[in-house]
């Protein structure tokens, strides 16, 4: 069963008075990207997180959010007092100074850099967190991986109609070409016949027969049904046995679509050539679906 590479999970639970919410969203991309973003408390889990996520993941740019919701400040963050009270003295005494009254706001304060700073969790604490997290990426990872496989049933249900279509094309070239170089051995004794004539001469058969076979030769297109054919096959097994199948599944079809490219230049008939543009437009359709397989 295929899997789409769009999807979202997310987890949310609490340890220890601070509640942790997880977020993961895929998109697509040919290859595997990670982007972790974690608070600066917690950095240190970004080395196991991004192993977790290439564990279960193979395709798609991943972003990775860990958030703190709904804590006290105090459970996540320290202030730094005595630098907060030096920096407050030292306003007030340029205010003093030049002569200029007003309300220090604290808050304002707060928010220069290194007077709010987070907490450093001891290794005990590292541990206990590292599990937690670990456990509601997890979590989030299944529901992500469960929107995947939804979204990858409709993409297989895509992928398979285009390919029956192409199937059905190919049937209708198959059925022409074994009348293309029949055509073209009456259209040529025709054509023949008619300037022999005028100049009251006869045509030896073997030398028209030569001629009829080296252009079936040369637009003989069996091998190139064959094959297409064969990808086709191989597309729907694909399909049905591998969770993990975009790269080979883009592979496939660019071999279908030089199938049905030499097809097209060899076959030299107006009813084969329809039909093959149809069925590169078909190829077409599976290359942009693939792209979203992981």
Same mark, same amino acid.
């Given at each position: 069963?295929?899997?789409?590479?769009?999807?979202?999970? /997310?987890? %949310?639970?609490?340890?220890?008075?601070?509640?942790? @919410?997880? &977020?993961?969203?895929?998109?697509?991309?040919?290859?595997?990207?990670?982007? %972790? !973003?974690?608070?600066?408390?917690?950095?240190?889990? /970004?080395?196991?997180? *991004?192993?977790?996520? #290439?564990? +279960?993941?193979?395709?798609?740019?991943?972003?990775?959010?860990?958030?703190? !919701?709904?804590?006290?400040?105090?459970?996540?963050?320290?202030?730094?007092?005595?630098?907060?009270?030096?920096?407050?003295?030292?306003?007030?005494?340029?205010?003093?100074?030049?002569? $200029?009254?007003?309300?220090?706001?604290?808050?304002?304060?707060?928010?220069?850099?290194? %007077?709010?700073?987070?907490?450093?969790?001891? /290794? =005990?604490?590292?541990? !206990?967190?590292?599990?937690? $997290?670990?456990?509601?990426?997890?979590?989030?990872?299944?529901?992500?991986?469960?929107?995947? &496989?939804?979204?990858?049933?409709?993409?297989?249900?895509?992928?398979?109609?285009?390919? *029956?279509?192409? +199937?059905?094309?190919?049937?209708?070239?198959?059925?022409?070409? &074994?009348?293309?170089?029949?055509?073209?051995?009456?259209?040529?004794?025709?054509?023949? *016949?008619?300037?022999?004539?005028?100049?009251?001469?006869?045509?030896? &058969?073997?030398?028209?027969?030569?001629?009829?076979?080296?252009?079936?030769?040369?637009?003989?297109?069996?091998?190139?049904?064959?094959?297409?054919?064969? +990808?086709?096959?191989?597309?729907?097994?694909?399909?049905?046995?591998?969770?993990? @199948?975009?790269?080979?599944?883009?592979?496939?079809?660019? =071999?279908?679509? #030089?199938?049905?490219?030499? $097809?097209?230049? !060899?076959?030299?008939?107006?009813?084969?050539?329809?039909?093959?543009?149809?069925?590169?437009?078909?190829? =077409?359709?599976?290359?942009?679906?693939?792209?979203?397989?992981?």
């Amino acid at each position: 069963m295929l899997n789409s590479m769009t999807g979202y999970g /997310e987890a %949310i639970d609490e340890l220890e008075g601070i509640s942790y @919410a997880v &977020e993961i969203k895929a998109v697509n991309n040919r290859y595997l990207k990670t982007i %972790i !973003k974690l608070p600066e408390g917690v950095a240190f889990l /970004e080395d196991a997180i *991004d192993k977790e996520l #290439r564990r +279960h993941l193979s395709r798609g740019t991943i972003n990775y959010v860990l958030r703190f !919701k709904s804590i006290a400040a105090q459970a996540l963050f320290e202030i730094d007092e005595v630098t907060l009270k030096s920096l407050v003295a030292k306003l007030k005494a340029i205010s003093a100074s030049v002569g $200029v009254e007003g309300a220090i706001d604290v808050a304002s304060l707060l928010e220069l850099p290194g %007077i709010v700073q987070p907490v450093t969790p001891d /290794e =005990e604490q590292r541990v !206990k967190i590292a599990e937690f $997290v670990l456990r509601l990426t997890a979590e989030a990872l299944g529901r992500l991986k469960h929107m995947r &496989e939804a979204e990858g049933g409709f993409l297989d249900a895509d992928l398979k109609k285009h390919c *029956d279509a192409i +199937h059905n094309e190919l049937q209708s070239v198959r059925q022409r070409s &074994e009348s293309v170089v029949l055509e073209y051995a009456k259209r040529l004794r025709k054509r023949v *016949d008619e300037l022999l004539a005028e100049a009251k001469l006869k045509l030896d &058969e073997q030398t028209l027969a030569r001629e009829v076979a080296i252009l079936a030769d040369r637009s003989d297109i069996s091998e190139e049904i064959a094959r297409l054919d064969a +990808h086709l096959q191989q597309f729907a097994q694909i399909c049905r046995t591998d969770g993990q @199948a975009g790269r080979r599944l883009d592979f496939l079809s660019q =071999e279908m679509l #030089r199938e049905a490219n030499t $097809v097209a230049s !060899k076959a030299g008939d107006a009813q084969i050539a329809r039909s093959v543009v149809d069925i590169k437009c078909l190829i =077409e359709r599976l290359k942009e679906q693939i792209q979203n397989v992981e």
